[in-house]
């Protein structure tokens, strides 16, 4: 399971947002485009479908039909 707030997925989604980091440290320099609330919620949105999708049964596959 994932978690928004892992610093580790925080990172990831700052990365793909390409929103500028500090030189030599592990802060985040302020913004010139924040995120916003919309992206994050949209993130948390396509986990839980991902989630969803996963929990989901399976079809079972149909046997296979001998042919004469």
Do not use: K, N, S
Request: a negative charge.
């Amino acid at each position: 399971d994932a978690y928004i707030g892992h610093p580790f997925v925080i990172t990831a989604l700052c990365r793909l947002e390409h929103v500028p980091t500090g030189e030599d440290t592990d802060e985040i320099a302020p913004a010139e485009r924040p995120l916003g609330r919309t992206f994050f919620q949209r993130a948390v949105r396509d986990l839980q479908a991902a989630q969803a999708a996963a929990a989901a049964p399976q079809p079972q596959p149909q046997p296979a039909v001998p042919q004469e």
